[in-house]
T-cell receptor, first 110, second 113 residues
């Protein structure tokens, strides 16, 4: 089955800096790659997703890139703000099987 | 906006008790899921259901069962709770099974003593 690895497990940045979280997946047939943000006391919420026929997608300060050949995808957050502090999960999906990374705890220091 | 509601935020149960975790979604989604979240392990799928009365095992179904009698409601059952089932449980729904975002509830933190 699919295996998703996520790095780093913790990330601390200064407000205004960029943050990058990387994930790799094992199954080349995976075709859908969502990113979720989980704030304290809440369930994960989708923040951006990308499908295998696209290399990059942007939504304001967040972007995701996908390299199908290397089987990795990344989340980029620019101009970070304290409210970006949360746990971020990547996932890779094939058919009805969505596999999650272990999560990255991002801390943005004011 | 999709709303997925889990009936309890916190539960404390004793070893051996039968435990019911309830989840309701309001968007008429066909597919519902139960995940377990543990530090360093991410989210692991326990069971999912793609239709009323239909269910499929996920990665860690042992010690759990599920019930889906109505489209909007998906219940997770711990037949005989054990301390290693102390965890955060997340319910989710999705419009499609393939390539579709999951909508999560806020979770139930279960402690088994």
């Amino acid at each position: 089955g699919e295996n998703v690895e996520q790095h780093p497990s913790t990330l601390s940045v200064q407000e205004g800096d960029s943050a990058v979280i990387k994930c790799t997946y094992s199954d080349s047939a995976s075709n859908y790659f969502p990113w979720y943000k989980q704030e304290l006391g809440k369930g994960p919420q989708l923040i951006i997703d990308i499908r295998s026929n696209v290399g990059e997608k942007k939504d304001q300060r967040i972007a995701v890139t996908l390299n199908k050949t290397a089987k990795h995808f990344s989340l980029h957050i620019t101009e970070t703000q304290p409210e970006d502090s949360a746990v971020y999960f990547c996932a890779a999906s094939i058919n009805n099987d969505m596999r999650f990374g272990a999560g990255t705890r991002l801390t943005v220091k004011p | 906006d999709v709303k997925v509601t889990q009936s309890s935020r916190y539960l404390v149960k004793r070893t051996g008790e039968k435990v019911f975790l309830e989840c309701v979604q309001d968007m008429d989604h066909e597919n519902m899921f139960w995940y377990r979240q543990d530090p360093g392990l991410g989210l692991r799928l326990i069971y999912f259901s793609y239709d009323v009365k239909m269910k499929e095992k996920g990665d860690i179904p042992e010690g759990y069962s599920v019930s889906r009698e109505k489209k909007e409601r998906f219940s997770l059952i711990l037949e005989s709770a054990s301390t290693n089932q102390t965890s955060m449980y997340l319910c989710a729904s999705a419009q499609f099974v393939r390539s579709s975002p999951l909508h999560f509830g806020n979770g139930t933190r279960l402690t088994v003593t």
